[in-house]
């Protein structure tokens, strides 16, 4: 590696202006909206010791839910509230990206805020509380007058653990299409570079450490009553703040909104969607690492305006279907059903299929005789089978067991990346892989045939967001990648992006360029 | 009859009757059937043991505490007929622990209460100026902390805030107890000065009873929730009927007779 001038490292900081500007807007709005929903709840709160009972104890039992899980609750609780206003009146809302983030990190920002204000104020000097009233002050103004001021430092200790944590979490609202420094560690780890892993989480930390030190310093002026050294805290804060949000913000203005799921192969499709734009003179821009069905609703929903699908996880998870006949005959359904149900506009075929298959190493497949997944029904008692997190719940799987009467000894739910290089040691007997993976070649497995046809066809296709199928520019950029890519080269680019076969480890956009030349190149010799 | 009691009523800043207040846990700090009338322009001290009711007493007079039975008035209108904020901007409180507000400066904390009867600022500031010369603290003061004044500074503080409404009765519990004597003797002194001059009312708890003896008009003994025995220092000095209160009122003398006698006895 070569330190300082790797290409990733340079590529990390080029992305740099926009995540880290999108991390701060979403912490500090979630921040300063717990403080206005924090400090009033404290206060009835105070005046109630029955309400404050309740009240903290709904609130840490919020804290108690994980992060990412409370990002995905609030997704489908948005998705409803966005269907009954729209059909109420009229109003219809994203339930993606800003806002499910937004009111997830408030709710997390508002416990050590509540907490620190109701101590705070009853850790007041009681003499002191006893004063205010003999001054002849109300219990109101008591409370914003004296109590609150004096509570001041714990307040703020509050609010430093909150900005912790808030930045913290947000890494993880990436999950839910919103732009973070957590897309840094999402797509590096579904591409194994790990430099992009270390980033973020060196990112997140100092923005981290530097608010905390911020507050830390307004905090201690507030205790110290240095009003100087407060306007000075203060000032920096807004200034860290500020620099670091608007370059991004200012930059985000890409015309078109190309999204992609969170694994290798949808980085560099979506990069290579990104190249045929730009080239074509079209500004665009990425929101990478959408939950599979999240990049769907965003794109009906007009949040992004296209992205790469594979038509069996429409077929089976948006159509709900599951017996197929053919892959054109999948392909021909699935266009009209999006055209009808959604507006959207499946623009083409890239020429590759993504399906699952399962797979095996090819010496013990070979030694063991197993060519079919009919073959392997017969022994796999004895077997251990691993899958990404999805797989165990998708419709495919039950359709595998119910044609093959399919059984393993146990299965194992694991990271894509770590998968193949399981089934490659020994540590598992059976995959279920990605038919377009590198990896497939790299460790040399060998994929089951599917006699019963329960896999569907996994095509992958260019999907366009409601009314952009009108868009000539658009269209016309896209065309040339129309039955382009061969599943070879998809192969190659993946496996360019995970550093196998010797090769050094290249960025989504290298492997994009990389493919897009192979493209020219048969255009050429056409 | 009814002309009489108007008249009386006249000249009593403060006339408590038949107060009784009683507490759950126990019976310390309560009072029983307590009446007292205070005239305008006295300056009555209290004096008793902790846990004799002291501080209660006090505090009925300003509803920080309200009697389970009985009636308080100034200047002959129920306390119970005002709103309570309002009664306690009328009255001036000098608190045990000073009670000064530490976030707020010096000026801030003398200010309050003007503040809260929505005076404007230029009468505020002007105010703020009669009062650090009338209880004698350096201008330059106003813009200090209260945490970084001595003890003695900070009670003067706490005089001045509680006047700075112009009252016409101030109640002080212990205000000099957590200052050293020499410091507490100046500042009772100074007390009793702006007492006269401002023609207040004052009613001091103190268990001091040499500066109870050298302040007060009138001396008012309580025990055990009960006001045992009332009058001029003189009159309790000479002629008490209660063993305990002259054997208390006696105290003081009996210490100065032991300094004497060791004064004595080193210049032989």
Not at chain 1, 189 to 218: H, M, R, Y
Not at chain 1, 234 to 254: I, K, R
Request: hydrophobic fraction near 50%.
């Amino acid at each position: 590696m070569s330190g300082w001038f790797d290409p990733n490292v340079a590529d990390a900081f080029a992305r740099l202006p926009d995540y880290l500007g999108q991390h701060v807007m979403l912490s500090v709005s979630a921040i300063l909206l717990g403080l206005l929903f924090g400090l009033p709840l404290a206060v009835a709160g105070l005046r109630s010791p029955r309400f404050r009972v309740i009240l903290l104890g709904v609130i840490g039992l919020a804290q108690t839910i994980p992060g990412l899980a409370l990002l995905a609750l609030f997704y489908p609780l948005l998705l409803g509230l966005s269907l009954v206003t729209s059909a109420a009146f009229g109003l219809q809302f994203s339930a993606l990206g800003f806002l499910p983030s937004l009111l997830a990190l408030t709710l997390y920002s508002m416990l050590p805020i509540l907490r620190n204000t109701i101590t705070g104020v009853l850790g007041v000097d009681a003499a002191i509380k006893q004063a205010a009233i003999g001054v002849g002050m109300t219990p109101m103004q008591s409370l914003l007058q004296v109590e609150l001021p004096l509570a001041l430092p714990t307040i703020m200790a509050g609010v430093r653990t909150a900005a912790v944590w808030v930045i913290g979490t947000a890494t993880l609202s990436t999950a839910v299409g919103q732009t973070s420094l957590g897309n840094y560690i999402f797509t590096g780890l579904q591409t194994q570079n790990w430099i992009f892993v270390l980033f973020g989480c060196v990112a997140a930390a100092i923005l981290a450490l530097l608010i905390d030190a911020l507050l830390a310093s307004i905090e201690s002026s507030l205790a110290g009553r240095n009003r100087r050294g407060l306007v000075l805290a203060a000032a920096a804060t807004v200034l860290v703040l500020a620099v670091s949000s608007l370059p991004g913000l200012a930059g985000s203005g890409g015309e078109y909104v190309i999204g992609a799921k969170p694994f290798a192969e949808q980085y560099v499709l979506a990069a290579l969607l990104q190249q045929r734009l730009n080239d074509a003179g079209l500004a665009a821009s990425q929101r990478a690492g959408l939950g599979s069905t999240v990049a769907f609703d965003a794109l009906a929903g007009g949040d992004i305006d296209l992205y790469v699908d594979y038509t069996g996880t429409i077929w089976t998870n948006v159509m709900h279907r599951s017996e197929f006949t053919s892959r054109e005959a999948v392909l021909s359904e699935i266009g009209t059903w999006l055209e009808t149900n959604h507006g959207v506009k499946l623009f083409g075929s890239l020429g590759f299929e993504n399906a699952y298959a399962l797979a095996m190493r090819r010496e013990r497949a070979e030694a063991l005789g197993i060519r079919t997944i009919e073959d392997l029904a017969r022994q796999s008692q004895g077997f251990s089978i691993a899958a990404d997190v999805e797989f165990f719940v998708r419709p495919e799987w039950r359709a595998l067991q119910q044609d093959y009467g399919l059984k393993f000894r146990n299965e194992r739910q694991l990271q894509a990346t770590f998968m193949y290089r399981a089934v490659a040691d020994g540590e598992i007997d059976v995959i279920a892989a990605y038919s377009s993976d590198g990896q497939i070649a790299q460790y040399d497995l060998v994929l089951l045939e599917d006699p019963k046809r329960s896999l569907p066809p996994y095509d992958a296709v260019i999907l366009l967001a409601p009314g952009r199928a009108q868009d000539r520019a658009l269209t016309d950029a896209l065309a040339p990648l129309l039955d382009a890519v061969t599943v070879e080269r998809m192969r190659h680019a993946n496996l360019m992006t995970s550093g196998g076969e010797g090769e050094s480890q290249t960025s989504p956009a290298e492997a994009a360029r990389w493919l897009a030349n192979a493209i020219a190149a048969q255009g050429d010799s056409k | 009859m009814v002309s009489e009691t108007a008249m009386a009523d006249d000249q009593i800043a403060i006339s408590i009757r038949g107060a009784s207040k009683s507490y759950d846990e126990g019976s310390r700090d309560a009072i029983r059937d307590i009446s007292l009338d205070i005239r305008a322009g006295e300056f009555i001290v209290i004096v008793g043991e902790s846990g004799s009711g002291k501080t209660t007493l006090l505090k009925t007079i300003n509803r920080l505490i309200d009697p389970n039975a009985g009636t308080v008035r100034t200047f002959g209108t129920d306390v119970t007929s005002v709103d309570p904020t309002h009664l306690r901007r009328s009255i001036g409180y000098v608190f045990q622990e000073v009670g000064l507000f530490p976030h707020l400066t010096v000026a801030e904390n003398i200010a309050i209460t003007p503040k809260l009867l929505g005076w404007d600022a230029v009468a505020i500031a002007a105010r703020v100026n009669e009062l650090l010369d009338l209880v004698r603290l350096s201008r330059e003061s106003a813009e200090r902390y209260p945490d970084t004044l001595s003890g003695g500074q900070r009670q003067r503080v706490g005089v001045a805030r509680a006047i700075a409404a112009r009252p016409r009765i101030v109640l002080m519990d212990e205000p000099f107890g957590a200052v050293d004597p020499i410091t507490r003797e100046a500042l009772a002194d100074d007390y009793r000065t702006l007492h006269g001059a401002l023609q207040l009312t004052t009613v001091m708890i103190t268990h001091d009873l040499l500066e109870a003896i050298l302040l007060a008009d009138r001396i008012a003994v309580m025990q055990d929730g009960r006001i045992v025995d009332e009058g001029t220092p003189h009159e309790l000095l000479t002629a008490s009927k209660h063993d305990y209160v002259r054997d208390l009122m006696a105290k003081p003398r009996r210490q100065a007779d032991r300094v004497a006698a060791l004064a004595a006895e080193a210049a032989k």
